[in-house]
C-alpha cells in the first residue's frame, strides 16, 4: 500500500524559498504523476501542480507558475517542491499526493489523486 | 481561469437523511473525450483529503454507494443517499480541464 509522507522545514522566514520533500513508500515512484496541494490556516485547498515521474512534465498553479519549481528524484523515491520569495500568504498545510491513472480516453488516461500524504506545517515568519 | 462555486457552504443534515451539495464552474467542464472533468473530495476533520468521485460520476475504489456524482457542464451534484456520522467534513469540487482548482468547500455537519 502506497504511501507518502511529506517532510521540511517548518519555519521558513520571508523572501527566502520554502524547500519540501515528498517520500514514496510501499511503491515506486517511478509510475503515474505526483502532485503538491496547500491548505491555508482555516481556509480551503489550493492546488500547486504536479510532475510525471520521468520529470518532463509538469503543470503549475498559474498563480503560482512564476514561484514554483517541482523535480523528482526516482533513485530515492522522492518528489520536491521549491517555492521561493514566500510571504506570509505562503503559510499552511502543504499535503503531497499521488496522481493515479484512472479511465482510460483512448489516447491517455484521466488521472485524479488517490492517495494523500498527512501534510505538513510552513509557517513563514521572520 | 475556472473558478469553482458550492453551495451551501454549511449543511446540517439529520443521521439516515440524504444530502446534496451542488458545485458550479464558471466554464463547461466537458472536455472534447466526451467526458466531465470533475472530481469530489472529502476532508474529514483532521485528515488528509480523499478522493470520492472523479470524472463527473465514477466513485473512487473503496467509496461507499451511498455516494454519488452527477451532473455536465457547468452544474454538478454530490450526493448521499442516507447520511451517516462519518459523513462528517468539508466536500471539495475540483475542476481538472484546465490545470486544476478547487471549490470553497462545504461543511456537511450532523444535525
Known amino acids: 500500500q502506497v504511501q507518502l509522507q511529506a517532510s521540511g522545514p517548518g519555519l521558513v522566514k520571508p523572501s527566502e524559498t520554502l524547500s519540501l520533500t515528498c517520500t514514496v513508500s510501499g511503491g515506486s515512484i517511478s509510475n503515474n504523476y505526483w502532485s503538491w496541494i496547500r491548505q491555508p490556516p482555516e481556509k480551503g485547498l489550493e492546488w500547486i501542480g504536479y510532475i510525471h515521474y520521468t520529470g518532463s512534465t509538469t503543470n503549475y498553479n498559474p498563480s503560482l507558475k512564476s514561484r514554483v519549481t517541482m523535480s523528482i528524484d526516482t533513485s530515492k523515491n522522492q518528489f520536491s517542491l521549491k517555492l521561493t520569495s514566500v510571504t506570509a500568504a505562503d503559510t499552511a498545510v502543504y499535503y503531497c499526493?499521488?496522481?493515479?491513472?484512472?479511465?482510460?480516453?483512448?489516447?491517455?488516461?484521466?488521472?485524479?489523486?488517490?492517495?494523500w500524504g498527512k501534510g505538513t506545517t510552513v509557517i513563514v515568519s521572520s | 481561469d475556472i473558478v469553482m462555486t458550492q453551495s451551501p457552504l454549511s449543511l446540517p443534515v439529520t443521521p439516515g437523511e440524504p444530502a446534496s451539495i451542488s458545485c458550479r464552474s464558471s466554464q463547461s467542464l466537458l472536455h472534447r473525450s466526451g467526458y466531465q472533468y470533475l472530481d469530489w473530495y472529502l476532508q474529514k476533520p483532521g485528515q488528509s483529503p480523499q478522493v470520492l468521485i472523479y470524472?463527473?460520476?465514477n466513485r473512487a475504489s473503496g467509496v461507499p454507494d451511498r455516494f454519488s456524482g452527477s451532473g455536465s457542464g457547468t452544474d454538478f451534484t454530490l450526493k448521499i443517499s442516507r447520511v451517516e456520522a462519518e459523513d462528517v467534513g468539508v466536500y471539495y469540487c475540483m475542476q481538472t480541464l484546465q490545470t486544476r482548482s478547487f471549490g470553497p468547500g462545504t461543511k456537511l455537519e450532523i444535525k
Open positions: 499526493a499521488r496522481l493515479l491513472e484512472g479511465q482510460w480516453l483512448g489516447s491517455y488516461y484521466y488521472h485524479y489523486m488517490d492517495v
Open positions: 470524472m463527473g460520476s
